[in-house]
């Protein structure tokens, strides 16, 4: 029975963590932008200025919470033997995958492969940029 419950558990992981990480195009409306956002917030009542710095470290954290939990969640549902982890080897290969990502998307907007401002004039949000 323990078994069992280990991969429901595994299982638990890897969708919230399926929904937390940058691997879905729909969660950060609904997942990321929201805890991104509270996490600026709280900081700003340290200094109003860090509200949008808090909240892009708050979007980082979310994606790399979500991708270790899908790591973990991934390891309780398909490994079958117990195996010996090392939790820095797997924070450093999530923080690794999410900088890389992040780089990613950085070189998509800068070298204009994909043009934000015509893509956030097209959904008349009235932003200040």
């Given at each position: 029975?323990?078994?069992?419950?280990?991969?429901?558990?595994?299982?638990?992981?890897?969708?919230?963590?399926?929904?937390?990480?940058?691997?879905?195009?729909?969660?950060?409306?609904?997942?990321?932008?929201?805890?991104?956002?509270?996490?600026?917030?709280?900081?700003?009542?340290?200094?109003?200025?860090?509200?949008?710095?808090?909240?892009?470290?708050?979007?980082?954290?979310?994606?790399?919470?979500?991708?270790m939990l899908m790591q973990f969640?991934?390891?309780?549902?398909?490994?079958?033997?117990?195996?010996?982890?090392?939790?820095?080897?797997?924070?450093?290969?999530?923080?690794?995958?999410?900088?890389?990502?992040?780089l990613a998307i950085f070189a998509?907007?800068?070298?204009?492969?994909?043009?934000?401002?015509?893509?956030?004039?097209?959904?008349?949000?009235?932003?200040?940029f």
């Amino acid at each position: 029975m323990p078994g069992v419950l280990k991969k429901i558990r595994g299982g638990l992981f890897l969708v919230l963590g399926f929904m937390l990480s940058p691997l879905s195009w729909w969660n950060d409306l609904f997942f990321n932008l929201p805890i991104a956002y509270g996490f600026g917030y709280l900081c700003s009542f340290f200094s109003p200025d860090l509200l949008l710095p808090c909240s892009i470290v708050g979007y980082w954290i979310s994606n790399i919470l979500g991708i270790m939990l899908m790591q973990f969640g991934a390891v309780d549902v398909f490994q079958e033997r117990p195996k010996n982890s090392n939790l820095k080897k797997e924070l450093l290969s999530a923080i690794a995958s999410s900088a890389a990502y992040s780089l990613a998307i950085f070189a998509l907007i800068h070298f204009k492969i994909i043009d934000t401002a015509a893509i956030l004039s097209s959904l008349n949000l009235n932003l200040p940029f």
